[in-house]
Each structure stands twice: as C-alpha cells, then as structure tokens.
C-alpha cells in the first residue's frame, strides 16, 4: 500500500499544527462558531446530535494492521471504545472531545491517515472496489489510480471551494461493488486495442434528487486522467449552482445544461489545461504509486483443511457460504468480515474486534484490511487452508457472522441516533429486521438480498440502490418510512421505486416482512433472487402483499 | 386557527465535550432538561436566546425549542430532542451513560 514520503509528512505535520491552533483560538474564545465551522469542517470534525463526530479517511478503504491497531487505540483513548465504518469507507468516531481532536489527529498522522477533505465543500475521500487487487473478476487494481487522484486532490487550490461536494470512485472490474454510477465521477479501468484507460462517468448521485451517471467520455487514455479530471472539477466549479444547496451538485449541473455542454465544455477547458501538465511527471509518480501496490506472493496451499472444515463444521461451511469470494489465485479466496451481527450496529467495530483483525491481517492476509462502503471488512488474500482457523479466530470476537450479502447484511446510516440531519432513525430498525429474520431462521433461505436503510432524504445508506430501500423521515413529529424496490447498485445500476405510503416506526419491520413473504411465495424456486423476482413480476405483488393486509385490518 | 404557543428552553451543546445542554434558571447550562430555564413569552425567549448566543467560548449551536410543562418537568414535544436528552438508541451512550453514573 502507498508509503508516505517525507512530503506527505511534513504536509500533514504542517496542516495538523495549524488545526490544533485554530483549536486553541475556538477554545479561548478568540474565534467565533461561525468561524469556526468551515476550519473543523476541513479537518473531517462534525458537531452531531450528542457530540462532536471525528470522520476519519480511509484512502480507497485500504488499511494495514499497524494502522487498524492505531484506530482500536484511539477508540480506547478518546472515544468510547469502537468505531463506526461508513458507506464512504471512512471510519468515525462518535464522541471526541474538541480538546482531544488535535492529540487524535496526530496520533493519525503517526500511521498516515488523516481527515482531511472528509467533510466540506471539497473532493472527498476517493473510493474504490474493496476486493482490489484480489477479485478473480479484476482487469486492473484501481488502488494506485485512487491513490493518484488523492494526492492531486488534496489541499487542491483551486477546488477548496466547490458549489457542493464531490466524490469520485473508481473499479477495476466489470463487476461494479464501487457504485460508480452513483457518484459525482466514476471510472471504469477498461483496456482498448490495449492501451489502458477509463470509462467516465459523470454526474451520478443519491440524495434528495438521485440520479444514475451518464457517460462523459468513453475512453480515456490513463496518461489524460488528472488533465481531465481537473476539466470536469473545474467546468462544474464555474457552471455549478451557488444559489440552490440542494441543486449544487454536478448531477444538477448534468441534468439542467445537457450531457452534450458539459461534455463540450469540459473538452474544451481540457484542451486548454492539458497542456500545462506534466504527464512524464504524472506517469513516473503513478509507476512509483504502483511499485507500492505490488500483489503479494502467494503460495500454493492444499485445500485438505479447508475440505474437511466445510464437511465436518456446520458453521464453517455456512460462512464459507456466503462470505468468501473468488480470488484470483484459485488457491486463495477473499473474506468478507460481517460487521453486522444479528442485533448489533451496522458498521461497528469495538476496539477489540479491530486489534483482531490487524491480528488476523498479518498472520493469514499478507498484512491487508479493506473496508466495503457495505460496512464490512475484508481480509483480501487468504490461503484457503487457513480458513478454518481464521474462521475460529473470528468467532471469539463475535465476527463470524455469516450473512454476507443477506437480509441482515444492512447498510445503515447513523440516522437520528447520532446525526445532527437525520429525520428518522436507521439503527434500531436494521437490528430489528436483522433480529426478526434470524429469529425465523428465514434468512439463509431467502438468499441474496440487500436492504439497505437511510435516516433522510441524503440518502448516506443508499437507499435508491437497495434491493429494499428503507427512507426514514419526520412526517409531522412522528418518524416515518417509505419503502422503494428493486434499486441495484451494480454495473446494472438502478433506482429503487417507491412503493406507496410509508410506515410508522412500530411498523416497519412488519412492512418488511411481507414483502419478504410474497417474494417467497411467488419465486420460481430458490435461484431466483429476490431481485430477479422483482424484475420478473413488477411492483404490484409486492404493492400487494405491503398494503393489501393493510388495508383489510384498517377501523 | 392560529398554532398553540408552547413554552420553550434554549438549549445548545457543550463547546468541548458537544454534550447537549440547556440553559438553566441561574443563566448556566445544565445537562438536564428537567432543570432548563421554560421560557413562556416570545420577547423572553428571544432575549435569552441572544445572551446564550453570545457565550461563545461556553456552547455551540443554540436555539429554542419547545417544550411541554409536566409535573415532572419541562418534556420534549419533537422526537429529535427526546432523542437529544436521551442519547442514542443503540447503546447506553452519552447522558444514558451519565445517568446510570449518577444514579
């Protein structure tokens, strides 16, 4: 994984000295909140309902184990001993005190990582495909391009002030985990006549207004990727809205002036920039970035321990099941770590869960952790004969959870629980359903399926592009649900549609439940998916089932 | 028909540790609603509202809310500031934590 160098040090040093300062002057009273607030935006520092909030970046979702211990640490110091792993691939801490946050900050900065750019008007963390590098199903590992775009957009001069937020992600696979249609700018690495490059997408977004990327350009050489990129990031900064929060993002810039204008005008901003950069420069910083991302060597292990494992252990054999992926190396499989047991927070991990992982990380996993904006954790390149043993490990720590990509795997923003936007709550309502479908030992049989669960209309748990998308909102004081089906956030990237009224809180999980049950009654047989049913059958016994009982039981 | 004018409190959270807070008879904060100054006329809550306002170095983010007058004290009328004097649903975090502390 990328190394600093003494540039990115003396950089993070200089910028964390300046934040404790402007710490120090909000404390004495010498800066006002007002003035405040933009300075502790830019270093990820959020004031949520109960607390302040820490969001902390996590490059592409790329960790070693020295930086998860120094997590876990800092969650033992400063916070109440776990931490949230979010749908950007960040982590956040619930309850740093703004004294503590200079001291968290470098205690960061010892394993480099920071919090720069995680919140405000700026390019944010870029994300990636958490099984890089490692996916059978790869063309290329997206890490050092993602790596790339941070150095270029960190601290970047000219885009510290955008109309909105920007957040770009980038795979290496035709398989999309990235979301890339759902973000200000996906890439897609493809190779054409062999030249490596991207498809760009631009203006995808959820939110308030939830839109799936168009195309900007179908092949970009990769030794045109910051020239461009910059063009895009700075046509949106001059046509972007300023007057309108809720139409400043690069979607509405899409939407309002036409794919074609923006597409023009980025080509000819491209044009007149490409130019000024220095693409052997470029080219010779990204070869440097990828000598750091070299795949490890991977032996050939015997399959006995895992053979007779899956035979013997039923346990084993249902986390084999589902959270194992193909690697490349026959050899080797990926691990999916569920970070949502039944009942529990999605995304949460106290301190001793992370120090297990870093454990794990270095003795089976060549010293990689990757966190899936689907909050879990990945160990990427394990031998197949040490599953048995890394599933035994796990299992003391409550993370041999076997429900990757099952009903109980939720996504779930924090929701009004902890954010200071939400409307609605999403936590308790994940672990109700979690609990619900476990209590019924249902969830196995009903296979594939991903709810996935927002406190408001920003849509942070993805909602749109849930199989099952949960809204939580305030409908005069009372919180209130509205369901959406058959959203897809794959390379077959779709909306959810909603279904109808929503629910009351109390009413949810029953809501839940019988759109579960006719999915069940009406599938052909167990290999379809509650998402191909959907495609198959349409809204209407699904409408049916929601509201139909519904309606009989009304006064 | 015009809408009920209820009672309010301002409340805020702790510069330092971002707790929530209210301000209190004596014009301090408190950590419990129970003990938040009710404000029962506009121009009242509006003065207080602007002296809370100017104890920068004090709190952050003040407002005024409404509340319900019980006999066991002022009452959140909005779920969020029931979630708000109550802490998060999912641990017992924040004032649950401090409660069971002090009880």
Redesign the interface.
Known sequence: MYIYDDFDHAFLTERNRQFRAQVQR????AL??DEFKPLRLMNGLY??????MLRVAIPYGSLNPHQMRKLAAIADRFD?GYGHFTTRQNIQY??P???DVPDILDALAEVGLHAIQTSGNTIRNVTSDHFAGAAADEIADPRPVAELIRQWSTDHPEFQFLPRKFKVAVTGSEIDRAVTRAHDIGLRMLRRNGVPGFEVIVGGGLGRTPMIGKVLRDFLPVADLLPYLEAVVATYNLLGRRDNKYKARIKITVHENGIERVRDLVEARFTEIAPQFDAAATAAQLARIETMFKAPALHATSDLAYQAAYSADPLFRAWADTNLHPHRDADHAIVTISLKAHGE?PGDATSDQMRLIADLAEAYGHGEIRISHEQNVILPHVARADLPAVHKALRVQGLATANVGLISDIIACPG???CALATA?S??VA?EIATHFDALKLEHDIGPLKIKISGCINACGHHHVGHIGILGL?RA???YYQITLGGDGTEDAHLGERTGPGFAYDQIVPAIDRIVRAYLHQRIDRNESFLEAYRRLGAAPFKAALYESEAANAP | MPRETLPQVVTANALIEGDVVYLSADHGWTRHLQQALVLTNTTDAEIALAEADSRISEVVGCYLTDVRVTASGPQPVHFREDFRRRGPSNYAHGKQAAAATAA
């Not at chain 1, 004031?47 to 302040?52: G, K, S």
């Open positions: 909000r404390i004495d009273g006002t909140e004031l949520q309902l109960h607390a302040y109440k619930n309850w005190r703004l004294s927070t009004m629980d902890y709550r936590i308790p672990q305030d004081g009372v919180e």
